[in-house]
């Protein structure tokens, strides 16, 4: 198993991260027709969707004379879309108290996720999981039906998210092209678990990774994700990112990912 990523340095992997995260929140913005704004300062995507997860800035570097304005001028996009919405503040943000800056504006830390990597060629050939369980490539619009529902029973805000992230895939397209690739598990042709890859840049990105209540704790969200990453493989790239909740985090670390760096989410809400 991965122990230390030895050929790579931490920054680039870091920067990988930084840049993947953002790089899949803006897909979906645009998708979802957001505003983009995009600053040598600054970047967001705002008004695209009804999540405060992904009506967000995703780069900051600011300066303290200018930091406070540019927050107002994101809380005033939110106010204008009537959405909510949050800064996805990563290591290279600046200036260094923006957290502080965004609470005294109205915004509520809501949790930091770990930000995590992994060298694929040290990507372990197969992982153990419950015999009958099938992963499927979605191909087409019945397939993404049965992912909606299934990442609907275990994901974020359940079902809207789950039906806005199934729309922004479907306007994206589901063909081997796509920049998203969307994983499907069944166990005993009952639908079990989803994932997504999202192809960057410079790193494949590992998301929306669920599994159904009553099939945790057998090896399938692992399974999925080997799968996505085995993918990303294939497709000739050499690092794989993440950002994962408490629940996932021992999954991906016995895949070999590590954590390199985190995003405090701070979120603004109407009222």
């Not at 990523?5 to 803006?26: G, K, R, W």
């Not at 005033?76 to 009537?82: K, P, S, T």
């Not at 099939?215 to 990303?232: N, P, Y």
């Amino acid at each position: 198993m991965n122990e230390h990523l030895h050929t790579i340095p931490t920054e680039s992997l870091i920067n990988a991260i930084e840049t993947n995260v953002a790089e899949a929140l803006l897909a979906l913005g645009r998708a979802g027709q957001g505003e983009e704004r995009r600053e040598p300062t600054m970047h967001w995507t705002i008004g695209g969707s009804p999540l405060d997860y992904h009506n967000c800035v995703v780069r900051a570097d600011l300066s303290p004379e200018s930091a406070d304005h540019s927050i107002l001028a994101s809380v005033a996009a939110f106010q204008r879309y009537g959405a909510p919405g949050s800064w996805h503040v990563g290591p290279a943000m600046r200036p260094l108290d923006l957290g502080e800056r965004l609470a005294s504006r109205g915004f509520r830390r809501e949790g930091a996720e770990p930000g995590m990597a992994l060298e694929l060629t040290t990507l372990p050939s197969s992982t153990s999981a419950p015999e009958g369980l099938v992963i499927e490539r979605v191909g087409d619009a019945q397939a993404l039906e049965g992912w909606i529902r299934t990442l609907a029973g275990d994901f974020g805000e359940g079902e809207k998210e789950a039906r806005w992230v199934g729309e922004m895939m479907r306007r994206v397209g589901l063909d081997k092209a796509a920049p998203w690739q969307l994983f499907w598990g069944h166990l005993h042709g009952e639908s079990v678990a989803t994932a997504a890859l999202y192809l960057g840049s410079n790193a494949a990105g590992i998301y929306f990774v669920a599994t159904v209540p009553p099939a945790r704790r057998q090896g399938i969200g692992r399974a999925i994700t080997l799968a996505a990453l085995q993918e990303a493989s294939a497709r000739g790239y050499r690092i794989a990112v993440l950002t994962a909740s408490e629940s996932g985090l021992a999954v991906y670390q016995r895949l070999g990912f590590q954590t390199y760096c985190r995003f405090a989410i701070y979120v603004w809400r109407p009222g």
